[in-house]
Nanobody, 113 residues
Framework: QVQLVESGGGLVQAGDSRRLSCAASGLLFNINAFAWYRQVPGSKREFVASVRVNRDTDYANSVKGRFTISRDNDKNVVYLQMTNLKPEDTGVYFC???????WGTGTQVTVAP
């Protein structure tokens, strides 16, 4: 079955950088697009970034210029490099097989002021 395992979250200070990883298995990695979403308690899960098969990327306006999504087709891993983190970036970050209902369990990112 499809498994997505996120890692890399933690407590950081505003202005810091952090890289999240999503290890995917149980699917043909190379032919799928992937995305990162985030969620804070009481709010809907929101789109953060996506990367397509041809490596085209898309970002939420709130993270554009600060976050970079990438994929390693040899390792079956999707990354989210986050820089200049802000307290409003706090949340649980989820990996998703784009346009499919496959999700990881999430990794918590907390950005202290």
């Amino acid at each position: 079955q499809v498994q997505l395992v996120e890692s890399g979250g933690g407590l950081v200070q505003a202005g810091d950088s952090r890289r999240l990883s999503c290890a995917a298995s149980g699917l043909l990695f190379n032919i799928n697009a992937f995305a990162w979403y985030r969620q804070v308690p009481g709010s809907k899960r929101e789109f953060v970034a996506s990367v397509r098969v041809n490596r085209d990327t898309d970002y939420a306006n709130s993270v554009k210029g600060r976050f970079t999504i990438s994929r390693d087709n040899d390792k079956n891993v999707v990354y989210l490099q986050m820089t200049n983190l802000k307290p409003e970036d706090t949340g649980v970050y989820f990996c998703n097989v784009y346009w499919h209902n496959y999700w990881g369990t999430g990794t918590q990112v907390t950005v202290a002021p």
